[in-house]
């Protein structure tokens, strides 16, 4: 048994994708439908939207998540991405076809978003946030879970 505190995000904080430019909210939400984050587990990938931010730190990013824990690590995008999105040569199809299915949301990702941010929430049983802010200057993007023991 750990002493491990669990994380919780407020639900009413995050709203379904609304209010994004419809082109952009079709494109996240087709581009995070195939997919999924292979972790410990595999966990669904959805958009959502927040408050717009106090300013574009990560300190601003949190505050409008209504991330209190201890527990944060911020990833770097690119970082982030290049694992999911690099084919290798030991790869299948199936693989190749997850690879291109992260090429393309990270994409969408990168073409209507600004300040991309990768936010790890907790340990072991973790929340994982990819946001940025969208022509509004409201936070929307991609959140996902991972268990890491």
């Known amino acids: 048994m750990t002493d491990e505190k669990r ?8 709203a379904s ?5 419809d082109a ?3 494109e996240l939400k087709a581009a995070c439908r195939p997919l999924t984050f292979i972790s410990e587990t595999d966990a669904e990938v959805t958009p959502f939207t927040a408050e717009k931010p106090s300013n574009r730190s990560l300190s601003g990013y949190l505050a409008s998540l209504e991330i209190t824990s201890d527990n944060i690590e911020e990833v770097g995008f ?3 991405f290049d694992r999911l999105t690099s084919e290798k040569d030991w790869h299948g199809p199936r693989e ?13 990702l990168e073409e209507n978003l600004e300040s991309l941010r990768v936010i790890r929430v907790g340990r072991i049983q973790l929340e994982i946030f990819i946001a940025g802010m969208d022509a509004t200057g409201r ?11």
């Not at 994708?17 to 430019?21: Q, T």
């Not at 936070?139 to 023991?149: D, N, P, Q, S, Y």
Request: hydrophobic share 35%; net charge positive.
């Open 96 to 108: 190749k076809k997850r690879s291109q299915q992260w090429s393309k949301l990270r994409g969408v």
């Open 7 to 14: 994380v919780e995000i407020p639900k009413k904080k995050f």
């Open 24 to 26: 952009f909210e079709r």
């Open 17 to 21: 994708v609304h209010n994004l430019d």
């Open 139 to 149: 936070l929307a993007g991609v959140k996902t879970k991972a268990i890491e023991t």
């Open 78 to 80: 690119e970082e982030f």
